[in-house]
């Protein structure tokens, strides 16, 4: 009769291991492009106020550059990977990041400044859609939501401590610093590229992002996540705004919540898509994302604003793993970076187009409303992702019954 270590020690045997030296390599890229990245998005807008002639509007324009340059990246990764390999193309994005940078140290022209923001633009796309399609070759399908769930924690660290570091950084040691050090972290993480498989990881003929884009399986999912990041480009960009003067800790609190919940719902929704599936947990995830943009429509009531804030952030997490993890599973290795690309995309794009129709629509109607308005447009992508879990199961079913 066999104990129960024994039956234990199977069952260990039976799960492919995770962590690999691989993916520990793909660890450092992850964290030197997330590193370098977060370290100056809110410093560089700074740099550019601060230079002769600077101003708010001077701010958003190299914001809007880099995000332009991000998403325009994100979309010609593909082509660029299906010419020279996954691990070259994410090296070249590192290298994108890192070097251009150190521009910023001799030059606060506003040219410069724009240049600078595009290429790191580019660079940043590059390390997402090569990267990501890099870890889904290197995490074992039987374990493939744990993985992107434990990547997407390595990803989200940096994001958390560099943001605010960096203004702090800016502000005691100044500019020059913040961006050699942001330079140098991108650069040096590129040592751990060659440890990367290289093409072999990809091979097959390639899937066309725009047929991607048109085909159900994962134009389904690519919309469903972007209506989630409508909300959380809303509200990263206008809870500051919405909540009365004077209650900046409720607004920090808020956003602190709102992160931690998103990572922690993120790992354990990649967890039990292992073992239930990923469609089933597309619909929850809308609609606690959904509920608490709603809750957060309460913004003179402290307490509302950050539950609202902590219930959108688990949902939203939710959402991430759920997305991905089930259109990783509806492609060949050779359509990873299509789904790589169609992700992002749809997370970049969707922060920024709810971040400016959210202002045109809160001017008419005042905060309160248009967090309403939002709940309700977020609560329409659960149509498409009944439709979308109803036909994943009449999908496997039918694949019973040819088995029988």
Not at 66 to 83: C, D, K, S
Not at 185 to 210: D, N, T
Request: aromatic share 8%; net charge positive.
């Amino acid at each position: 009769m066999a104990s129960s270590g024994d039956s234990e020690d199977r069952v260990a045997e039976a799960r492919p291991r995770l962590v690999t030296r691989p993916l520990l390599l793909r660890f450092v890229t992850v964290v030197g492009s997330s590193a370098s990245f977060y370290l100056l998005l809110s410093v560089v807008p700074a740099y550019a106020q601060s230079a002769p002639g600077g101003g708010s509007d001077k701010a958003g324009l190299v914001t809007g550059v880099l995000m332009l340059a991000t998403v325009t990246g994100e979309l010609i990764a593909p082509w660029l990977a299906a010419r020279c390999g996954y691990r070259v193309l994410l090296g070249a994005g590192l290298l994108l990041l890192g070097a251009p940078t150190l521009a910023l140290t001799v030059s606060q022209s506003m040219a410069c400044i724009v240049a600078v923001c595009f290429v790191r633009g580019l660079g940043f796309a590059f390390t997402l859609v090569a990267g990501g399609t890099l870890t889904a070759s290197l995490i074992p399908p039987e374990r493939r939501g744990e993985g992107l769930a434990l990547i997407g924690v390595v990803a989200g660290v940096p994001s958390l401590v560099g943001l605010p570091l960096g203004i702090w950084l800016a502000s005691h040691t100044g500019y020059t610093p913040v961006c050699a050090a942001a330079s140098l972290i991108a650069l040096v993480s590129i040592a751990a590229v060659p440890g990367l498989p290289g093409r072999e990881a990809v091979s097959g003929p390639p899937l066309g992002i725009f047929a991607g884009a048109r085909s159900g399986t994962l134009g389904r999912p690519t919309a469903m996540f972007a209506v989630t990041a409508v909300g959380a480009g809303i509200v990263v960009t206008f809870l500051p705004l919405a909540v009365a003067p004077g209650h900046s800790g409720v607004v920090a609190a808020a956003l602190f919540m709102q992160s931690a919940a998103a990572t922690a719902s993120r790992w354990f929704a990649g967890r039990r898509a292992d073992r239930r599936g990923a469609a089933a947990l597309v619909v929850p995830g809308l609609a606690a994302s959904a509920t608490g943009v709603l809750i957060v429509a309460l913004t003179t009531v402290p307490v509302a604003v950050v539950a609202g804030a902590a219930v959108f952030g688990a949902g939203f997490g939710i959402t991430q793993s759920a997305t991905i993890t089930l259109m990783y599973s509806r492609v060949p290795a050779s359509g990873y970076g299509t789904v790589s690309a169609l992700w992002n995309v749809a997370y970049d794009a969707g922060m920024g187009i709810g971040a400016v129709g959210f202002g045109a629509v809160a001017g008419l109607t005042g905060y309160p409303w248009a967090f309403v308005l939002t709940a309700l447009l977020m609560l329409t992508a659960l149509f498409p992702a009944w439709w979308d879990q109803t036909a994943a199961r009449a999908q496997r079913a039918t694949g019973r019954e040819d088995r029988r």
